[in-house]
Nanobody, 126 residues
Framework: QVQLVESGGGLVQAGGSLTLSCVASGRTSSTFVMGWFRQAPGKEREFVSAIKWPAKYIYDRDSAKGRFAISGDNAKNTVYLRMNNLTPEDTAAYYC???????????????????WGQGTQVTVSS
């Protein structure tokens, strides 16, 4: 099993920035891909960004490009999500996820991810 623990959420004003962190523990040899999803109230959980090791190939939602940046340290089993120029529409619970394997468009799909964190809340005020 793999355990994922997120941190870094909070309340920020529109235009501000936050950096989320996620640390994996347990059978981390299974975490070939780590990424972030988010879920706003009343909406489906949606893909934000993911990074595939060891090549550090990055998958991004179109709306995240330019504002959000994922990075990670494979040796530390840690992934980060830097979020800039936040808007109230970014308000959501952000979930860290990990997968043993994914390829192509599958890396954007919730069903590809085997492990999930408990989530960290991001609230952006206008």
């Amino acid at each position: 099993q793999v355990q994922l623990v997120e941190s870094g959420g909070g309340l920020v004003q529109a235009g501000g920035s936050l950096t989320l962190s996620c640390v994996a523990s347990g059978r981390t040899s299974s975490t070939f891909v780590m990424g972030w999803f988010r879920q706003a109230p009343g909406k489906e959980r949606e893909f934000v960004s993911a990074i595939k090791w060891p090549a550090k190939y990055i998958y991004d939602r179109d709306s995240a490009k330019g504002r959000f940046a994922i990075s990670g340290d494979n040796a530390k089993n840690t992934v980060y999500l830097r979020m800039n120029n936040l808007t109230p529409e970014d308000t959501a619970a952000y979930y860290c996820a990990a997968a043993a394997v994914c390829s192509g468009s599958g890396c954007y799909e919730r069903s590809s991810y085997d492990y999930w964190g408990q989530g960290t809340q991001v609230t952006v005020s206008s």
